[in-house]
């Protein structure tokens, strides 16, 4: 089996090893419309199954990176202490990169998705870490590589390298050398998301140890891949379509049977507050009173629904607080 270092190693043996000063590149954040929820190797990341996700366009993580004499992170503006588990896990990421020299890094990552509302992207921010270590040593390596490297911080960071729908492949290879994101052409201008927060604080279960355990304990995990299977044919379909109902409903339906199987883990796991609750009711009302709105969620009690931009003016009525993204927008 082999662990994520030697699979960067093998990758970078033939590239130039430059250092350019200073580099800044933006990655944006990404939402899953069929989930990927469940992993076949925990090392390198490697899912169960394949998923499918739309970017958030212009909410996502600038990051601006160089050469250090000892590593140094900033979030948002503020030092990182090297205690926090932001700076641990960023550390132990850049720790595969560093070289023969041992170099350090500073990076300053800056979030534009609502990181206050309880939106922070881990998988916009290793996206964008990749990139930018790319560029900082003139690598140029191919987009399908710098998947598998963002995949290696967080799996869902993999589809955080393009605009648009992003299709991430769950390969079949022990290396991961298969388990790549690619993103799906498709010029859908008019689709939107909005992010409706219920609670900004910290999640008591993070989505990779909820994951874990679901995977372990979960009697209703078993049916999760076929699910998959079924929900990705229907979202490759309703895109190539154009199908915003088949999209919608799909995402929607792939989000509570996700949640389903997490309910079902041992001890439970259940992310939803009373307004989780409420604001999915609200969605299905006004899709019941005409108004095609759907929802999706990821591991936490936030909601992010799904609308076409002549639906904005009610979706805003109706979540006056929503941050609103274009998908295919820089
Ligand atoms: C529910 O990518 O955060 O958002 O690979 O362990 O870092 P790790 O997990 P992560 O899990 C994301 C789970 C999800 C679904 C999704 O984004 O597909």
């Not at 925990?42 to 169960?48: A, D, G, R, S, T």
Request: aromatic share 10%; glycine share 6%; proline share 4%.
């Amino acid at each position: 089996m082999m662990s994520c270092k030697e699979m960067i190693d093998a990758c970078l043996r033939d590239c130039p090893w430059g250092m350019r000063d200073t580099v800044s590149v933006y990655a944006p954040a990404n939402i899953a419309l069929c989930k990927y929820w469940g992993k076949r190797d925990l090392e390198l990341n490697l899912p169960v199954t394949d998923s499918l996700s739309i970017s958030l366009g212009a909410l996502g993580s600038h990051c601006t990176m160089s050469i250090g004499d000892e590593d140094a992170y900033f979030l948002d503006g503020v030092w990182v202490t090297p205690e926090e588990p932001f700076a641990k896990r960023l550390c132990s990421f850049l720790d595969l990169f560093r070289g023969r020299d041992g170099c350090h890094y500073r990076v300053e990552a800056v979030n534009t998705v609502a990181t206050a509302a309880g939106f922070a992207s881990s998988a916009s921010g290793f996206a964008a870490v990749v990139m930018a270590l790319d560029q900082l040593h003139g690598w140029r390596l191919d987009a399908r590589t710098l998947s598998i490297f963002a995949r290696m911080g967080s799996g869902s960071a993999c589809r955080s390298l393009w605009n648009g729908f992003v299709h991430w492949y769950a390969g079949k290879e022990e290396d991961g050398s298969d388990c790549y994101a690619e993103p799906l052409h498709s010029d859908w201008k008019d689709l939107r998301v909005g992010l409706v927060s219920v609670d900004a604080g910290p999640k008591s279960v993070s989505s990779r140890e909820a994951m874990n355990r679901t995977v372990a304990t979960s009697a209703l995990y078993g049916g999760w891949p076929q699910q998959v299977d079924q929900d990705m044919a229907t979202l490759r379909d309703a895109i190539a379509a154009r199908d915003f109902q088949a999209l919608g409903l799909c995402a929607e339906q792939n989000a509570m049977a996700m949640h389903a199987t997490m309910m079902a883990a041992r001890p439970a796991v259940l992310y939803w507050q009373p307004a989780t609750l409420e604001i999915l009711q609200a969605v299905w009302s006004m899709r019941a009173e005409g108004v095609p709105l759907y929802f999706t969620m990821d591991a936490g009690p936030n909601v992010k629904v799904l609308f076409t931009e002549d639906a904005r003016d009610q979706v805003l009525l109706k979540f006056p607080d929503a941050q609103l993204a274009n998908p295919w927008e820089t």
